[in-house]
């Protein structure tokens, strides 16, 4: 069974402040894709990433694909408490049409 | 353009009953996809649709099914509905369906809560 694990789960921090997020996993990824979720409303994607190494910005936050495609990273500089939310990260598991969600990780920026 | 519209937004059922819930995709995009989210945790796969096709089925009971209608909207149903059904489920529209790089566009999702 594939799984993405996210780190951390929780995260509280002070505007201003930077913060990495990882999503790992043993299993390659055709591609993976980072979303924010605010409660009670759905996923909203902020990028997919396609190919090993590949960085891609986003304003102030950087998303990174391992060269492996088993692993991915989201950096925020100078969070705000607009980024407050859950973050999830989805792989696309290579010959099927599945996605799999990361377990989540739950961020609050504090003004 | 709409978004992704699912309908209702908020449902109440006791156990045993069976419900109906439906999406309808962006304009243009021919794929479908179902997820089950349990408070706190990420979504999870339930189906793929494709072209009215099923594409793919996550580890859920045969009481979850669904269909895709010519216009490419869908509906996923539930049987029997138990305790553990209650949750946010999503519904994902994608502009293709095949096994490469294919992004997924979220709607706001129906809250289930099964008494």
């Known amino acids: 069974t594939q799984l993405l694990e996210q780190s951390p789960q929780f995260l509280s921090i002070q505007e201003g402040e930077n913060l990495t997020v990882y999503c790992n996993s043993s299993?390659?990824?055709?591609?993976l894709q980072w979303y924010r979720q605010e409660p009670g409303e759905g996923p909203v994607l902020l990028v997919t990433?396609?190919?090993?190494?590949e960085v891609k910005k986003l304003k102030r936050l950087t998303f990174q694909f391992g060269d492996a495609r088993k692993d991915s990273s989201l950096h925020i500089t100078a969070a705000q408490p607009g980024d407050t939310g859950l973050y999830l990260c989805?792989?696309?598991?290579?010959?099927?049409?599945?996605?799999?969600f990361g377990t989540g990780t739950r961020l609050k920026v504090l003004a | 353009d709409a978004g992704v519209t699912q309908s209702p937004t908020h449902l109440i059922k006791t156990r045993g009953q069976q419900v109906t819930l439906r999406c309808s995709p962006i304009?243009?995009?021919?794929?479908v996809s179902w997820y089950q989210q349990v408070l706190g945790q990420g979504p999870q796969f339930i189906f793929q649709?494709?072209?009215?096709?099923?594409?793919g089925r996550g580890n859920f009971p045969d009481r979850f099914s669904a269909r895709q209608f010519p216009n490419y909207s869908s509906e996923l149903n539930v049987n029997a509905l138990l305790l553990g059904d209650s949750a946010l489920y999503l519904c994902?529209?994608?502009?293709?369906?095949?096994?490469?790089?294919?992004?997924?566009?979220f709607g706001p999702g129906t809250r289930l809560t099964v008494l």
């Open positions: 994902a529209s994608s502009p293709l369906g095949q096994l490469t790089y294919n992004e997924q566009f």
């Open positions: 990433v396609v190919t090993g190494g």
């Open positions: 304009s243009g995009h021919k794929s």
């Open positions: 649709y494709y072209e009215k096709e099923e594409r």
């Open positions: 989805a792989g696309a598991n290579p010959g099927t049409y599945k996605y799999i």
């Open positions: 299993s390659v990824f055709s591609s």
